[in-house]
């Protein structure tokens, strides 16, 4: 008998990941997974998830799913670097300690260069720094330290770069004066994206299940206020899902009212199928991917010494990338998201077999 080492069912998971490892420390509670997807275009690169996972398939899953993501993430923002990801399973509370960092900077210097982490849901960036004294194998270190900083205002700015390629290509101009903007998550990329946007002349409509956030941005630049649950219903040009994700789902798609989404947060898409199902509601999707990539290009100009304005010249470009999927999509007749993973998958197989 042939035993199934599909994680959770999904018989493409695994399969093309080029090395998965684990590690189970108990003197110090660490449980942790790294999964390396592709190293064809540079060492891999993405952050460690820290959560109290249900289940060991359910952490095994995450890590292969998200790592796969990086490949693609990084690959289509133009980077020399693969994918790759890592999740620690337990509560990052009760865990974290200089002993605990110690173990899991051994674990990441067993990959030799081949994976470099980062923060992500769970980690902060006093975790890459603490991680930083025992590893060289960290990125998204504070400033102080000599890493890149909070990637949030440069992320942010490239949503907005996403967003004016789609006013170019959808209205014939790139500027977002006049257009309406309805946010949902105005938290560290959310307000940025809303502050510099608002400075171009866009009107904001924007909702946060913290009122707070949503008071500053109503005062600072006179956003008007939405309920969570009903802001994708809202009349826009363009709508931003910059909180959860899973935001474009079979609930909310037939729902929204705008031409355009361009969004921070990870994973909109609740299944691959809602990118169809946007296109059928002729709503331009620029895949999240794509237009969130400022985090990891900023971080991928800390090798040989963080260089900020090479790093912004780098994020703003992604509104070529942009205009170009558009383009290419016309021609094809598929949807942008199909055809940026194409091109990712393009970019890596022929780097592997350069
Ligand atoms: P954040 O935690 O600072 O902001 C998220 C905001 O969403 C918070 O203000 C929170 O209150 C709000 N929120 C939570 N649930 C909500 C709901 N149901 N409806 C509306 N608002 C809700 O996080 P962030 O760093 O701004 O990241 C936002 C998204 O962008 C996340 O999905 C993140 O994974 C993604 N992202 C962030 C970066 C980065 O550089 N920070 C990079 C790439 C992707």
Sequence with gaps: MTADWTPLGDPTLGTEHEEVGGIWRKRTGLRAIVAIHSTALGPSLGGT????????AEALNDVLRLSRGMSYKSAMAGLQLGGGKAVIIGEPAKLRSPE???????FLDSFGGRYYTAEDVGTSQADMDELGRYTSYVTGRSAEVGGSGDPSPVTAYGVFRAMQAAAEKLWGDPSLSGRTIAIS????VGST????AAAEGAKLVVADVDQQAVEALVEAVGAIPAEVSEIHRTHC?????????GALNEGTVPELACEAVVGAANNQLSVPEMADALASRHIAYVPD???NAGGVINIAYERGGYDPVAARAHVGRIYETVLELFTKAEASGETLEAVADRTAEERMAQAASA
Excluded at 237 to 245: N, Q, S
């Design 193 to 196: 994206l809303a502050r510099l």
């Design 237 to 245: 040009d363009i709508y931003a899902p910059c909180a959860l994700g």
């Design 289 to 291: 991917y794509v237009a």
């Design 100 to 106: 605990f960092f110690k173990d899991y900077a051994a």
């Design 49 to 56: 998830r820290f959560k109290p996972y249900g289940s060991v």
């Design 185 to 188: 998550g105005v938290g560290k």
